[in-house]
């Protein structure tokens, strides 16, 4: 294994594939930043760039797109709530308010640290314990994951404000609903499309994150008639200022660990990926806040920050975990990664490392470069970034609108999307108006779809039967986690009356 | 500043592109230009085919410009509504497609079939394959096979589309040809052929039925097995695998890809494009594109594809109409 490391390592400090990842890093954090444009169109790009590469280098470049473009997906969300890609739709929930504090900067320079930190973590683990890892993954059944998507919504708490439990449960019902839309994926059977065709692919999550985040945002603020206002003065050196204080980094610490060992484990399973992790990480960080600090989230928390940026970069590491000890695909961008492998003839699975090792070990070695490419790319740029906040509104606010709408239109070619974008919108704000949280749809969406497949999956299995539940020692532990989540709150304030009494 | 500068320079390529392939698809005497249409999105099997036939026809110099569009939706039916609704400026224009328009079109998923297109020619295909994990009990299909009839519900068959589409039919029509009861056929559809080769790899399903390509790269990769293809002839890049044939089963089954043009278009017009694609077999430059992608080729122009559709659409109409899919 030594003997591949260093093999690997002459491979990535060749100075070609060093330039590879500097390229790959720029362009893919470059295209990660336009809202709609995210990893999986970004690596679509790059595949005719690599058939002329050796694959080393090939993938070198697109694993370089594809971590540029996870980061540059926070930037976006963090500055105008418009994220560019599914894994960082989560990173707007308190990345943008801090952004609207005056503090972009101080957002941005986070974020870029939490990658940092999360994607070398991940690539550590990747490191020492891809092989063993993949059979964990592996062992992950059906029940599991629906197992694992319900202590998943039991996160819903996390993403609803101050006496809005209610609310919140209802979006999150919301979201289920939205996500059944469209045809069933066990049986075909369309639902919900009323026999409109362009409704039977369902309803994407990036138009219903743009929908309901960019776009409302910015019609309410026109609503409001805050683009009449003027402008505030906006003091320039504090909104590029990257400082952080020594009490913040102490307070994001131990978020940061935590996030990018348990992104990574999520990413690793193939059937969930970056953007569950996200959110996951996001959840499981309220929990463990203390009941003060609960109340800061949404509203510009630093830890509600980064952990799903921490999360979804340990996660995108975690993803090539099966991607290249088994060769199968967890998401939609390792699948396209997998044909350009082997269309360069490299052949993913068990053997990779025995066979090519120089792939094996130099993708993994290029992934701490590229982490720290990133870094050093973008801590110069984010005080220039960050002042576009200063752009006048009056400005601001069609540009918001303009690149949220090509950039979900984009992604499909499909004029059906901008209309449901529009439509989704319009309820959006009404719902917005009487206080409900938008957050929560989100999750339930993004868990439902999940869920409902491996529990139709399951029952398949079972022949009916809800004993999958608990047969296996695996569904059992998370279920009993799930519900002790949901329990331990309610004990604790009994026990806690009880004292007073 | 300079990210948004940029960025908006970048879609108004976009737009710049979009609108010369518009207009490019009055154009047509002889074939210069061939506009692909693309019923799914970038990076899918469709997305492949065409822009892996366009390269090998542009860099061979059989055409001049090949463009491409993706049109999702509807599981392909958006793409064959746009075709028909803009047939009289898509003379220039070829949409990929495969075995799911027939499959489609029985259900009911669109209106439309491949009656209301030309079509031209079917150019690659695959084969379904039946798999394993190298640690299965089942070394031949044939166990596989009596376990099914002895207790149906004892296999559990993975594939990575919904019941009732193609996996689930070449896993019926598999086992229907062995003599066992296809409606009682326990079928669980996963999202994605990774997701169900992970479904048998974790042990909870303990076939998989897939594309022989897919298959092909797991097998090299010694996690799993593949014990029967429905190719009707073996596969030289897996010559040890038999085919269902062979075995005994009388079922073969080829997911073809092909193109199709716009309705109305003239006989000449689409007999040039089927003499252009068979021209692009014997070039250097598709030899290229077909090893890097693993594709095997089928060319089946005009009539003879026309009848090939004809015929899988009535096995596969049967097949489905006795398991209950349709009425």
């Known amino acids: 294994m030594l003997d591949g490391i260093f093999v690997g390592l002459g491979t990535a400090v060749m100075p070609f594939n060093i330039m590879m990842v500097v390229v790959g890093c720029f362009a893919g954090t470059f295209i990660g930043m336009l809202p709609g444009l995210g990893p999986i169109s970004a690596v679509a790009l790059m595949i005719p760039i690599t058939y002329g590469l050796d694959p080393s280098s090939g993938i070198i470049l697109m694993a370089g797109v594809y971590y540029g473009a996870v980061f540059g997906g926070s930037t976006s969300s963090i500055l105008i709530n418009a994220p560019g890609c599914s894994s960082t739709v989560v990173t707007s929930f308190d990345g943008y308010p801090i952004a609207q504090k005056g503090q972009a900067g101080k957002a941005l320079a986070l974020a870029a640290y939490c990658s940092f930190v999360g994607g070398t973590v991940g690539a550590i683990i990747l490191l020492f314990a891809a092989p063993a890892l993949a059979s964990v993954a592996l062992s992950f059944q059906s029940g599991d994951y629906f197992a694992l998507m319900v202590l998943g919504l039991t996160a819903v708490a996390a993403f609803s404000g101050k006496g809005q439990v209610i609310k919140a449960m209802m979006m999150t019902v919301f979201g289920l609903m939205i996500a059944t839309v469209g045809a069933d994926v066990m049986t075909g059977v369309p639902r919900f499309t009323f026999g409109n065709i362009d409704l039977i692919d369902g309803v994407s999550f990036l138009l219903l994150a743009m929908a309901t985040f960019a776009l409302t945002e910015v019609i309410m603020s026109v609503m409001k008639g805050q683009h009449l206002e003027k402008d505030p003065e906006i003091n320039m050196a504090a909104l590029g200022s ?56 949404g509203k510009g928390a630093l830890r509600g920050l980064a952990a799903p940026e921490t999360a979804n970069n340990a996660a995108s590491t975690g993803s090539f975990v099966p991607l290249l000890t088994l060769g199968i695909p967890g998401s939609g961008t390792t699948a396209i990664m997998l044909g350009a492998l082997i269309a360069a003839g490299v052949q993913p699975g068990p053997r990779l490392f025995v066979d090519n090792p120089d792939v094996f070990w130099s993708v993994i070695i290029s992934m701490y470069f590229g982490n720290l ?44 999307d901008i209309q449901m974008m529009v439509f989704i919108t319009v309820i959006a704000l009404f719902l917005k108006m009487l206080d409900f949280p938008m957050a929560p749809m989100l999750l339930g969406y993004i868990l439902g779809d999940i869920m409902e497949q491996n529990l139709s999956r399951s029952l398949v299995l079972s022949d009916g039967s809800l004993a999958f539940l608990w047969e296996r020692p695996l569904t059992l532990t998370i279920m009993v986690i799930a519900i002790l989540v949901l329990v331990m709150p309610l004990i604790s304030k009994v026990f806690g009356k009880k004292k007073v009494a | 500043m300079l990210s948004k500068f940029i960025a908006r320079n970048k879609v108004t390529l976009l737009a710049a592109a979009l609108a010369s392939t518009l207009s490019m698809g009055s154009a047509n005497a002889a074939v210069d230009d061939i506009h692909f249409l693309i019923p799914g999105g970038a990076g899918g099997g469709w997305d492949g085919t065409a822009r892996g036939v366009g390269e090998a026809l542009t860099k061979s110099g059989l055409i001049d410009t090949a463009s491409f569009e993706n049109l999702s939706g509807g599981g392909g039916g958006k793409a064959i509504a746009n075709l028909i609704e803009k047939a009289d400026q898509s003379h220039g224009t070829l949409m990929v497609n495969s075995t799911p328009i027939v499959i489609s079109s029985l259900s009911k998923v ?127 890049t897996a010559p040890d695998v038999p085919t269902l044939k062979e075995l005994g089963y009388d079922a073969s089954f080829v997911n073809w890809r092909g193109f199709f043009g716009a309705p109305g278009l003239s006989d000449e017009a689409a007999n040039e494009y089927a003499d252009l694609l068979s021209k692009m077999y014997d070039t250097t430059e598709w030899q290229v594109v077909r090893d890097r992608n693993g594709w095997s080729e089928i060319y089946k122009p005009r009539a003879d594809f026309v009848a090939f559709l004809e015929n899988q659409e009535a096995v596969i109409g049967d097949l489905m109409r006795e398991l209950g899919f349709l009425k």
Request: net charge positive.
């Open chain 1, 242 to 297: 990257m400082k952080l204080t020594k009490e913040e980094v102490k307070e994001v610490a131990p978020t940061v660990a935590r996030s990018s060992v348990f992104g990574f484990i999520i990413g690793v399973l193939p059937g969930a990926g970056a953007t569950i992790a996200s959110f996951l990480a996001y959840g499981m960080e309220r929990n463990f806040a203390s009941a003060k600090e609960k109340l800061k989230f």
């Open chain 2, 110 to 236: 669109f209106p439309q079939s491949f009656r209301d297109l030309t079509p031209i020619a079917a150019v690659i295909g695959d084969y379904g394959a039946f798999v394993v994990p190298t640690s299965s009990k089942y070394q031949t299909f044939n166990q596989v096979v009596s376990d099914f009839n002895a207790n149906p519900r004892s296999v559990s068959i993975a594939g990575g589309s919904a019941r009732g589409s193609m996996d689930h039919l070449v896993a019926a029509m598999a086992f229907k040809a062995a003599g066992g009861d296809a409606r009682r056929l326990k079928y669980v559809a996963y999202d994605a052929g990774g997701t169900a080769m992970a479904g048998i790899l974790s042990g909870e399903a303990q076939l998989l039925s897939t594309g022989f390509s897919e298959a092909v790269v797991l097998a090299n990769a010694g996690e799993v097995r593949i014990l029967a293809i429905t190719g009707d002839e073996r596969s030289s």
């Open chain 1, 373 to 416: 490419v990133l870094l050093i790319l973008n801590l110069p740029l984010i005080p220039y970034i960050s002042r576009l906040l200063a752009i006048p509104r009056q400005i601001l606010i069609p540009l918001i609108l303009f690149f949220s709408i090509t950039g979900v239109y984009l992604v499909s070619f499909n004029t059906f």
